[in-house]
């Protein structure tokens, strides 16, 4: 059996007259982790958003564990375990973090429960602190350890972060990339989007790069961090 | 080649950044009356740039890297001997940090512009520090070392298993404990 969890082949997506994405493809089998990188407007987000389902690519085929998912609702995406943490968070603010938590609860696609809330709770030693907190009363970086907690309570084999330390303080950001590192370990499948090319080349083994809609890059992550040149190109600002 | 020694030293380049980015942001939210001191903090942060960087990292950077690079590469020997010079007025340099805290604690806010003062020499001499590292003596580094020098840092480098985190995850520990102490939007504290 394939253990391809998620794959794009040939995907064009568009805003409007604008075409962002020029026939990608994009592949993360179970348990790999892919730095997802580029500059700003170079179609990291569109790509996810067009897997997931939220944006609608033109052309191409989104497959989810093999099955063709190009025209699925989101919903069905996230029901085959793949969990999504988008720029901006969004969690429920008038929810305390337990509820927060709690109302994300469920077996992943095998049944697995290995993340509990206890388990997330470990994790995020910072939210047990908050625990009957509303969410609007959390600062940004503990919003995002509540986002990052409530995706695992799905029991994901997947894991999409989004910009996951956009606008944090760079301690907060060190500490969520040393969390996230340790969510690696569990053998999650880990697509990382973000500008901070060294914190997400030394947690995922992959890299892609992006420019303009296609992929200029796709290989190693250690190919990137010894290329110095390929990163001033490409992501150098 | 994979070079796992300089990916070890970026990521605590990384580390340390932010804890100095940190050390900045708090002193300037006190300038402007926004936060209270807290020394208790300070003195944590200080604690980690000692323990970690000035005790762990730049001794690793002298005894392998700088020290086999050095015959492999003449042009690079002014840079490196400029900074094993300020790695090693790293523990006076903490000192004068420590020194000027305690000086602050002790005068109350009429103390807190010559700690600013002092930190902000220390802070300005970390970046051009680090930023020399990794835009002069990287780029020599990878150029010019052999696979075989390689071979010997990463094997000492990958010896000390993850000396970032301590032997018993204490520094691991130190620096989460900054975390949900510094005061939002520096750290994760009310």
């Not at chain 1, 730095?35 to 569109?46: C, F, I, P």
């Not at chain 2, 790695?87 to 420590?98: F, K, S, V």
């Not at chain 2, 001499?125 to 002069?136: I, L, V």
Request: proline fraction near 4%.
């Amino acid at each position: 059996m394939s253990n391809m969890l998620l794959e794009a082949k040939e995907l064009h997506t568009y805003y409007g007259a604008s075409h962002i994405l020029h026939g990608i493809d994009f592949n993360i089998r179970q348990g790999e982790g892919i730095a997802l990188m580029g500059r700003n407007g170079m179609g990291k987000s569109t790509l996810i958003k067009s897997m997931l389902g939220i944006v609608r690519p033109k052309h191409g085929r989104v497959l989810v564990r093999g099955d063709d998912f190009t025209k699925a609702p989101t919903y069905r995406t996230a029901q085959r375990g793949i969990a999504y943490v988008p720029e901006g968070r969004g969690i429920f603010p008038n929810l305390s973090v337990r509820e927060n938590l709690q109302m994300s609860a469920r077996a992943g696609v095998d049944g697995q429960r290995e993340w509990t809330f206890e388990r997330v709770m470990a994790t995020f030693p910072r939210l047990g602190e908050r625990i009957n907190n509303g969410g609007w009363q959390l600062s940004g970086g503990e919003q995002q350890m509540l986002t990052i907690g409530r995706a695992l309570m799905t029991n994901p084999d997947l894991l999409i972060l989004d910009e996951a330390t956009e606008g944090l303080a760079p301690l907060i950001a060190m500490e969520i990339w040393r969390i996230v590192k340790e969510i690696r370990k569990t053998g999650i499948a880990t697509v990382i989007v973000d500008k901070n090319h060294g914190a997400v080349t030394s947690i995922c083994d992959r890299a892609m790069i992006l420019v303009k809609g296609e992929v200029v890059f796709d290989g190693s992550s250690d190919e990137v961090r010894a290329n110095p040149e390929l990163i001033q190109k490409h992501l150098g600002v | 080649m994979k070079q796992q020694s300089l990916e070890i030293i970026h990521d605590e380049h990384r580390a340390l950044a932010a804890m100095l980015n940190g050390l900045r942001a708090i002193a300037a939210g006190i300038e402007s009356g926004r936060l209270q001191p807290d020394y208790a903090l300070l003195a944590d942060m200080i604690r980690y740039i000692d323990e970690v960087p000035e005790k762990l990292h730049h001794p690793k950077e002298n005894d392998y890297l700088f020290r086999l690079l050095r015959p492999r590469c003449p042009e690079a020997v002014p840079v490196i001997e400029q900074l094993e010079a300020e790695h090693a007025q790293g523990d006076a340099r903490i000192a004068e940090l420590r020194a000027a805290l305690a000086s602050w604690q002790q005068a109350g806010a009429a103390g807190f512009a010559a700690f600013h003062e002092v930190l902000t020499t220390y802070l300005d001499q970390e970046w051009r520090h680090m930023n020399t590292e990794e835009h002069e003596v990287f780029p020599l580094a990878r150029k010019h070392l052999t696979a075989e020098d390689w071979a010997e840092i990463d094997a000492a480098f990958l010896a000390n298993d993850n000396p970032w985190q301590g032997a018993a995850g204490e520094y691991q520990a130190l620096f989460t404990k900054i975390v949900n102490v510094a005061p939002a939007p520096v750290g994760l504290g009310g």
